[in-house]
């Protein structure tokens, strides 16, 4: 099992619809959650990052945190073209001291005019 | 403009050389990191620092080498052990605090091929 699963998609989402991007990880004891948007050829931006349980929200992005799950998402609400990308979600534990981050592999979304 | 510059933007590797990815940071954070992309495949942590003369080996450490002689610096050298060494390459770094963690932010990358 990976730490840090996602589908890779394409999520194919209608210009102003709801875009759910999923996230699992195994290890219970992973502490801080990030999303990260990566566009073709460049490098990952921060978008989001939740610790607690519930939701945090940002403008057009939400983030929800399930730890009994083991579960996180990123919502886009009034999906836009310009939101077409791969998000990455990214988990962190302490490890030995160091704050261990293991990246998932990315879920590609196409929002669709 | 506080930020992670990352250079140069491409890089070309001949068989047998060893070359070396700059990453440079204005930010004052003490953590740094290098990680390597490959298509399909998440980001991989090569090397990281928490403080100036000590690293640690990530998960694919083998064929790279770092130095961390200055807080606002941590070059990678790509070496002639590593065998496939084409991919995308990212400097990140944070500030190192409890809990909770505090979020990486990275540069722009460098793209290493083989010639």
């Known amino acids: 099992q990976k730490e840090v699963e996602q589908n890779s998609g394409p999520l194919s989402v209608p210009e102003g619809a709801i875009a759910s991007l999923n996230c699992t990880y195994s290890?219970?004891?992973?502490?801080?959650f990030f999303w990260y948007r990566q566009y073709s050829g460049k490098s990952p931006e921060l978008i989001m990052f939740i610790y607690s349980n519930g939701d945090k929200e940002d403008g057009r992005f939400t983030a929800q945190l399930n730890k009994a799950s083991q579960y996180v998402s990123l919502l886009i609400r009034d999906s836009q073209p310009s939101d077409s990308a791969t998000y990455l979600c990214a988990v962190n534990k302490n490890s030995g001291g160091y704050q261990k981050v293991t990246f998932g592999i990315g879920t590609k979304l196409q929002v669709i005019p | 403009d506080g930020g992670i510059t990352q250079s140069p933007k491409y890089l070309f590797r001949k068989e047998g050389q060893n070359v070396t990815l700059s990453c440079e940071q204005n930010?004052?954070?003490?953590?740094m990191y290098w990680y390597r992309q490959d298509p399909g495949q998440g980001l991989r942590l090569i090397y990281y620092?928490?403080?100036?003369?000590?690293?640690q080996k990530g998960d694919i450490a083998e064929g790279y080498s770092v130095s961390r002689e200055k807080k606002e610096s941590f070059p990678l050298t790509v070496t002639s052990a590593q065998k496939n060494p084409t991919a995308f390459y990212l400097c990140?770094?944070?500030?190192?605090?409890?809990?909770?963690?505090?979020?990486?932010?990275f540069g722009d990358g460098t793209r290493l091929s083989i010639l």
């Open positions: 990140a770094s944070s500030i190192i605090a409890g809990h909770p963690a505090q979020p990486q932010h």
């Open positions: 930010l004052n954070h003490d953590a």
């Open positions: 290890d219970r004891g992973s502490q801080s």
């Open positions: 620092s928490q403080i100036v003369n000590d690293f």
